[in-house]
């Protein structure tokens, strides 16, 4: 376990009384730099106790290990690709009343954990999330897509009318700065495999869990106060070409969600109102297009992503000679077995 040294006032001391008992999952792959940087922004934590274990997806070496070992934090090893079945991986693992998910790319705040926690005082609520910043100054990043909701406390359940709107394209915050209530993962299915990176569908995999947990009478809460800084792209050009990745996601992530959910009238008003421009008055940061991007780029971005998202719902159904992403699954499930460093 990590025991950071911070200078605790009175308030904190007595809010540590009663701080529920966290555990933080880092996933990572071949990262072994970023990682160790993780590491040591999570050290400085101002939490009263917290365990951190890294889930290595689909590793080429033991780079990660190591990097987990030396910073005496727990090691889980997931041979299978998907950041979605390395969360889950990871939050079994986790025997905590608290499970915090942050990328290992990403540099938390020293309260960031502390403020997660206190969200967790009401019993409706099964996540807390954050605000995410870049964690350096881009040459154009003016548009550059980090999670700043204003800074008001956002609560949403299914009071909010438009609910599955928001909690599915990215009202009520991200993936790379998110803490759960851990029973719900007893009660749910958990992240589903099928989305994030790593998967058919590589992205939007966090706002599907927000999503199914509201519908399931939870309530999910977003607070300035917890932040993480994460990269953003330093380029023009890599602003441009992430961009147009995340146009073709959110494309086949709609699809995706057209087929597989209950709510397909409201994925249809969703992507009908974005087609006619019209504003979304929960939104207090809307990610702009980087200039020089033309339509028809945007446009077959769109049809590649609707495309992929139809294919990832049909693959499923086929015969599985014919599964490509199956057997791809097959051959990784036969690399290194699960394993635990640093207990």
Known sequence: SLEPVQDWNPLMIAAAVNAPTCWVVVCTRNRPDALHGCLQALEQLAYPRFEVVVVDNAPSDRRACE?????GVRYVGEPISGLSRARNTGAR??????????????????????????QFDDPDVAVATGRTLPLLEAADASGSDFTDLGPSVI???????????????GGIGNGNNMAFRRRVFKEWQGFDERLGRGAPLSSCEEHRAFAQLIDGGYAVVYTPKAIVRHPVPTTLEKHQRQYIQSRAELAAYAVFLFVVTR????VARYVAEAVVGTRRNWRFHTERAPRAVSRW????AYVAGACRGLWTTIEPTLPYPARPHAARLSRNAKRSPVGIAGE
Request: aromatic share 12%.
């Open 67 to 71: 990097v987990a070992r030396k910073a």
């Open 93 to 118: 693992a986790c025997s905590s009343d608290v499970i915090a998910f942050i990328d290992d790319d990403a540099v938390p705040d020293p309260m960031w954990l502390a403020h997660l926690a206190a």
């Open 155 to 169: 609560r949403l359940d299914r009071c909010n009318p438009r609910w599955f709107e928001i909690a599915s394209f």
């Open 263 to 266: 709510q397909r009238w409201r």
């Open 297 to 300: 780029r945007l446009a077959r």
